[in-house]
């Protein structure tokens, strides 16, 4: 690709999609093609741009066959992820949600339990680990519980016996200690 073959339509719209982006890659596939314009050869593109000249040669093709719509990334090869929107959404919602008010006999929430509830709730089931890779992209961690009578006991009977307690315990020598 030469100069002569970027009409200056063609050389003002890659402009305006160069400096009129946000996404990196778009405004690099851009100058990718406006330096090949300028005769500039593929290992030194590459090389000022950080990327690989199999990039380059991609980009140009890219933009041969689809035009400015090449410069875009396409989707991502592979099939989708079943962890869709409404699952996340449901995902977020679980997690959020102490297990009793969903019926559940347990008070805290863990991997196998929150999965078990969106497979019976979703009807989309996961493994463990993929389910704890999912939860911790929403933002979430799974820690152990600290499990502690506070609230459960009587304080002022607790509060008694640790100074009970106190007391039995052996005080320091109040001799001094000499050296020898």
Known sequence: MRTEELSDQEWEALDRVRFGTTEAHVFRNATIILMTAV?????????????SPATVDNVRQRYRQRGLDGLR????????????AAYRTALRHTLHTPPAQLG??????????????????????FSEDHLRRLV?????????????????????????????????KKKPSLRKRTSC
């Not at 005769?39 to 990327?51: E, N, T, V, Y």
């Not at 609230?151 to 007391?167: H, S």
Request: contains cysteine; charged residues 25%; aromatic residues 8%.
């Open 73 to 84: 990334r396409g989707t991502p090869p592979g099939r989708r992820s079943r962890a869709t």
């Open 39 to 51: 005769g500039r050869a593929k290992a030194s593109i590459a090389q000022d741009l950080g990327c």
């Open 136 to 168: 911790h992209a929403e933002g979430f961690s799974f820690q152990r519980p600290k499990h502690t009578l506070k609230g459960k006991r009587n304080e002022a009977a607790y509060t008694q016996a640790r100074q009970e307690l106190q007391g039995w």
């Open 104 to 125: 559940y006999g347990f008070s805290v929430w863990s991997v196998a339990r929150v999965g078990q509830h969106l497979k019976r709730t979703m009807g989309v089931a």
